[in-house]
C-alpha cells in the first residue's frame, strides 16, 4: 500500500505478551450536542472508555441510546462537542476535518454494516479488492491480498458471483473481507448478524471470534442482541448518551442471563 501509517508501525513493534494489554483507542469526556430551533440533543454525555489491542468490545443500547453518534465520533464522521479520542496514545482530534477524515478512515477503520452495501454490478473479488483499488495498489499485490483473504474466509469458491448470487452469510463474508482488506487497526461492525438467521448469525459471529484470535484484530460490535454480545470480551451499555453500565464475559453459560439482566435495568432508566 501507498504511504507510511505510523499507528501500524507502533503495533509491529509491540512485544507478543503484552499485545493485548496495549491500548488502541481512548476516548476521554466525549459529549455531542445537536442543536436545533428549538431544542438541543445531548445525544453523547461525558463517555469515557478504553479499546485495547485484539479486544472485541459489544455496544449495546436501545434506538436512540448514543450507539450510532459514538460510532461515528471513532470513525470522524462527526466531530464531538466536548471530549477527545486518543488512538495509540497520541491525540487525534485533527481527524474530523477533510482530507484527515477520510484519509484517518482509509487507514485505520474497517466497516461491516446490517445491510452489507456491496457494490451489486462487482463480483466477490473485486467487491473485497475496491478499497486497494481506491488506494491505488499495485494490480499483482492487490491479486495476492485478495486471494488470500478470500482463502481466509472461505469464498474463494464465489469470486466471480455477484452479490445477488450470495446467500447473506456469503454476503456479510464478503463485507467483512472488504472491511479487513487493508488491515485496519478497527474494524467496527454495526449490528452485523442483524439480517441473518440463527445459523448464519453463529457463522459470522464465530468468524470475527477467528478474525480477533488470529489476527488480533480489534472489533467494536453494535448490537441490540444480548446473545451476540456474549461473543465479545466486555459489553458497554449505553443509554440515554452515556455508558451506564459494562460486564466482562466469562465464556460461561451465565453470560447471556447477566447480559439480558443488564440490558432490562438499563433500557427501563432503573440504574
Known sequence: MNGFNPLKTVIDKIPIPTQRLTEVLRVEGISKVFKQKEHTVNALKNIHCTIYHGEMVAIMGTSGSGKSTFLNMI????????????????????????????????????????????????NV??????????????????????????????????????PHELSGGQKQRVAIGRAIITNPPILLADEPTGALDVNTT????????????????????VTHD??????????????????????????????????????????????
Not at 453463529?202 to 460490535?221: A, F, G, K, W
Open 75 to 122: 470513525s470522524a464522521i462527526d466531530a464531538p462537542t466536548e471530549g477527545k479520542i486518543l488512538l495509540f496514545g497520541e491525540e487525534a482530534n485533527d481527524i474530523y476535518k477533510e482530507p484527515n477524515a477520510s484519509k484517518f478512515r482509509k487507514e485505520n477503520i474497517g466497516f461491516v454494516f446490517q445491510s452489507f452495501h456491496l457494490l451489486q454490478d462487482l
Open 125 to 162: 473479488e473485486d467487491n473485497i479488492a475496491l478499497p486497494l483499488i481506491l488506494n491505488d495498489v499495485p494490480s499483482k499485490e492487490i491479486k495476492a491480498r485478495v486471494e488470500q483473504v478470500m482463502k481466509q474466509l472461505h469464498i474463494d469458491k464465489w469470486r466471480k458471483h455477484r
Open 226 to 271: 444480548p446473545y451476540v454480545a456474549t461473543y465479545a470480551n466486555r459489553v458497554l451499555f449505553f443509554h440515554d448518551g452515556a455508558i451506564m453500565d459494562s460486564y466482562h464475559n466469562q465464556k460461561t453459560a451465565e453470560d447471556l442471563d447477566a447480559i439480558v439482566a443488564k440490558f432490562k435495568v438499563i433500557s427501563r432508566g432503573e440504574h
Open 202 to 221: 453463529d457463522d459470522i459471529l464465530q468468524l470475527l471470534v477467528s478474525l480477533q484470535e488470529n489476527m488480533e484484530q480489534t472489533i467494536l460490535l
